[in-house]
């Protein structure tokens, strides 16, 4: 199916910067929605960002103005700028993709998510 690597996470302090990254690879595909999610310990995974194949995006409101996705659609990677981090930010972040891929003939439908990078804040 589609396969999806994370990098960028880390150890930064409160008020720091961080830029992860995802890389999507694979057979034929086609990616119709990109995001980043994330799971803080004891609590339920979270949305954080999303954009879609046409531009549109939308954040969580704990992140507004503080967090931006983009994406490489040439790549097919996608990235959040993490800015003005705040302890509660502190969390495993995970990217999730969904589109479609072409398997015997057909196009199918496929859901992927990374395997997650630790993003830790210090205050």
């Known amino acids: 199916q589609v396969r999806l690597v994370e990098s960028g996470g880390g150890l930064v302090q409160a008020g720091g910067s961080l830029r992860l990254s995802c890389a999507a690879s694979?057979?034929?595909?086609?990616?119709?929605?990109m995001g980043w999610f994330r799971q803080a310990p004891g609590k339920q995974r979270e949305l954080v960002a999303v954009?879609?194949?046409?531009?549109?995006?939308n954040y969580a409101d704990s992140v507004k103005d503080r967090f931006t996705i983009s994406r490489d659609n040439a790549k097919n990677t996608v990235y959040l700028q993490l800015n003005s981090l705040k302890p509660d930010d502190t969390a495993v972040y995970y990217c999730?993709?969904?589109?479609?891929?072409?398997?015997?003939?057909?196009?199918?439908?496929?859901?992927?998510w990374g395997q997650g990078t630790q993003v830790t804040v210090s205050s």
């Open positions: 694979g057979v034929i595909f086609r990616i119709n929605r």
């Open positions: 954009t879609t194949s046409g531009g549109s995006t």
């Open positions: 999730n993709a969904e589109g479609t891929y072409y398997r015997s003939s057909i196009w199918q439908t496929f859901g992927s």
